[in-house]
């Protein structure tokens, strides 16, 4: 781990992080991005929190819930070190009524005609999600490695989730959100300007027959 930088300072006064927190310089989502999905489930108050990979934004997740007194946030985690620090990060908080990192190694996988390596899901519950955070696999796995996201979790979406894809900046992840948007063209997206650019996504499921 590394010094927390100064932009980071807004978590003890929002959420009152004072010890552990699990930031690493190359693999922290950015401060503002934190900020973005702090806010949302503070006020939106989510029963069901998803997010792909774990971290820092676990802990911001699992304490938001824990300032709620609701909501139980779902990690997937392909690493086992990584799985268990951030489980270690989240103990002096007493989150694990808030939090359940799962160990989910990333696996070979068909969507349409092209393959892909993503997380297991066996251990997710079977449970509508309000809420789904979008931080991992890395880029360097794979083209388009976070694309899986939306069309293996969309049935297990609530009618009113909302969806943060971090990294939206980059190329690989503007491609995505117009993959999603032709295949799911009842999405609407919102890009925010970040460090490293958040898009956000609400669904607006037709009714079904």
């Known amino acids: 781990m590394h010094k927390i930088p100064d932009s ?6 929002k959420l009152g992080l004072k010890s552990n927190i699990p930031y690493t310089k190359d693999w922290s989502a950015a401060a503002d ?15 069901t929190i998803v997010e792909c990979s774990s971290g820092l934004t676990s802990l911001v997740l699992a304490r ?12 997937l985690e392909n690493g086992e070190e990584y799985a268990d620090n951030t489980r270690n990060s989240l103990q002096p908080y007493n989150l694990s009524r808030h939090a359940s990192i799962l160990l989910a190694p990333l696996t070979p996988i068909a969507i349409g005609q092209q393959e892909y390596l993503w997380y297991t899901l066996e251990s997710l519950p079977d449970s509508s999600i309000d809420m789904l955070v979008i931080d ?3 880029g360097f796995i794979q083209k388009h490695s976070r694309y899986p996201a939306l069309p293996l979790l969309f049935d ?10 971090d990294d939206a900046a980059r190329k690989d992840e503007k491609e995505i959100i117009k993959k999603w948007q032709t ?27």
């Open 156 to 165: 297990k979406l609530s009618n009113h989730s909302v969806i943060f894809l």
């Open 64 to 75: 938001s819930c824990q300032i709620n007194n609701q909501g139980h946030l779902y990690s």
């Open 33 to 47: 991005f934190l900020e973005i999905i702090i806010d949302h489930c503070l006020e939106a108050r989510p029963e």
């Open 8 to 13: 980071y300072q807004f978590l003890e006064q």
């Open 136 to 138: 991992g696999p890395p």
């Open 183 to 209: 295949e799911f063209p009842f999405i609407k997206h919102q890009y925010i300007e970040t460090e490293r650019g958040c898009s956000i996504i609400t669904i607006d499921k037709p009714p079904q027959e």
